[in-house]
């Protein structure tokens, strides 16, 4: 098999990726009892932290997939490990799509581990390493609003469903960023192998401008306004209404003032 070509230590979970889960966990525990004085700054933790989490994972599954169809080559790298600091762009990984978060609420798409497509063979199995990283965000929003489309949030404090319902809008809209055929971009990674070699010439130049354009275009009040307008009905139909989303981000700002309104049931 191909994992037994990598050392047990290159799967080996970090311990900082460990620590992370921690505070995941503590904070969210803090927010679903209401133990921190200040419930914004517990549901900022727990968000940010669950974030983070899910970046990790969207790597993992990039470097995760291209280790079964042919590269070994990302063991050694420490992409196996679940360290965000192995990243080859830890700066687009991890810290920016965090800072954008904060800035503007969207889910942005980060940096991609660094892949030895030479390696591989089959077109598929080119699709396939691109579209696990956002695939595994699809599967990370159906977790988080499971409780929702279930039914099951008899009991469940306000503050982590609004939590929940946030993180939940985070997720998906770092699925359809992803999912976008623009250059520099996972969805482009999964059409790419099957475009003529002239096309693919022509478009790789702009590859790294890609995410900035998508960034660029999102704060276009038209642009904007659609996009939004799509994720919002994607959600409805996973049981999450705008008023919790709202409600999620509000909180996640701990810094402004808060809005009471969310306190309440809709």
């Known amino acids: 098999m191909t994992t037994a070509l990598t050392r047990p230590g290159d799967r080996r979970i970090s311990p900082v990726f460990v620590g992370i889960l921690a505070v995941t966990a503590v904070t969210g525990w803090a927010t679903w009892t209401g133990f921190a004085e ?29 280790l079964h169809s042919g590269d070994i080559s990302v063991g050694a790298k420490g992409y196996l490990t679940l360290n965000p600091l192995k990243y080859t762009h830890a700066l687009l990984s991890i810290i920016l ?6 800035m503007g609420g969207i889910g942005l798409p980060g940096g991609a581990v660094f892949i030895e497509h ?3 063979r089959g077109r598929w199995r080119h699709s396939l390493i691109s579209a696990a990283g956002p695939l595994t965000n699809v599967l ?31 997720q998906v809209t770092a699925a359809i960023l992803n999912f976008l055929p623009v250059p520099g971009l996972d969805g482009y990674g999964v059409i790419e192998p099957w475009l003529p070699h002239s096309v693919k010439r022509q478009v790789e130049p702009f590859a790294p401008f890609g995410l900035l354009l998508v960034f660029a275009l999102l704060w276009l009040g038209p642009v904007n306004g659609v996009f939004f307008d799509f994720v919002d009905a994607v959600l409805r ?30």
């Open 38 to 66: 200040q419930p914004g700054l517990a549901v900022f933790l727990f968000v940010t932290a669950a974030w983070i989490v899910s970046l990790c994972l969207h790597e993992y599954a990039h470097a995760r997939t291209a």
């Open 97 to 102: 799509p965090v800072i954008f978060v904060i």
């Open 118 to 120: 030479g390696r591989i």
């Open 140 to 170: 990370f929003a159906v977790v988080c609003t499971a409780p929702f489309w279930l039914d099951a949030l008899h009991g469940v404090p306000h503050h982590f469903r609004f939590a929940l319902a946030f993180l939940a809008l985070l």
């Open 237 to 266: 139909g996973l049981g999450i209404n705008e008023f919790e989303t709202y409600c999620g981000y509000n909180l996640f700002r701990f810094w402004q003032d808060p809005n009471e309104l969310c306190s309440i049931s809709p």
